[in-house]
């Protein structure tokens, strides 16, 4: 017997790669492309969400 859910079930569509920013180790922060902080662009923290810092644990962010 088939779970009623599965006759409405999807594949999850992938969320697109998103490389605008990286994280700098000396100032424990993610920065953009120029060197600014990623939490200064509005558009890119729209379409990403947040950016998570690898400072501390993984649920340190940086805003």
Known sequence: MKPFAWNYARPAE???ALTAYAYDAALQLNVLS???PAIADRA???A???TTSKAGSATHFDD
């Open 14 to 16: 992938q969320a697109p």
């Open 48 to 50: 990403a969400g947040t």
């Open 44 to 46: 890119l923290m729209a």
């Open 34 to 36: 120029d060197g600014r």
